[in-house]
Nanobody
Framework: VQLQASGGGLVQPGGSLSLSCAAS????????IGWFRQAPGKEREGVSC????????YYLGSVKGRFTLSRDDAKNTVYLQMNDLRPEDTAVYYC?????????????????????WGKGTLVTVSS
C-alpha cells in the first residue's frame, strides 16, 4: 500500500497549486481516497474525499468553491486543484485512503479515520 503525493510548494495569496497522489498496491479494495492537512499547532483535518463506489466528492467547508478533487482511474491518481489560496491554507497535506466510503453529508467532508496515509507535502501560502 503506497500513496505517493507531490506538488506542494510556496505560493502567494490568491495563487494556485495542484497536488497529485498516485496510489498503488490496493487500488481495487479501498472505498475512499482524498486529502487531509495539518497546519502548525493545529490538529489534522480532512480537506477533501472521493468515494470510489459512486464518486461522491466532499469538501471541508472552508475550501468549498476553491479546491477541486478529481480522480483518474486509469492512472490510479487523484488530483487536488487548489485555487485562491489563503495563508490559512498553509499546512502539510497528506494523501489518505480508507477501506470505507468518505464520511460526509451533502458535499461537506467530516474527515474521520482513514486507514492509509502517505508522506506529507508542504504547502505554504505567503507573500
Amino acid at each position: 500500500v503506497q500513496l505517493q503525493a507531490s506538488g506542494g510548494g510556496l505560493v502567494q495569496p490568491g495563487g494556485s497549486l495542484s497536488l497529485s497522489c498516485a496510489a498503488s498496491g490496493f487500488t481495487s479494495h479501498y472505498g475512499a481516497i482524498g486529502w487531509f492537512r495539518q497546519a502548525p499547532g493545529k490538529e489534522r483535518e480532512g480537506v477533501s474525499c472521493i468515494s470510489t463506489s459512486d464518486r461522491s466528492t466532499y469538501y471541508l467547508g472552508s475550501v468549498k468553491g476553491r479546491f477541486t478533487l478529481s480522480r483518474d482511474d486509469a492512472k490510479n491518481t487523484v488530483y487536488l486543484q487548489m485555487n485562491d489560496l489563503r495563508p490559512e491554507d498553509t499546512a502539510v497535506y497528506y494523501c489518505v485512503a480508507g477501506l470505507l466510503p468518505c464520511l460526509g453529508y451533502g458535499d461537506l467532508y467530516y474527515g474521520g479515520n482513514m486507514d492509509y496515509w502517505g508522506k506529507g507535502t508542504l504547502v505554504t501560502v505567503s507573500s
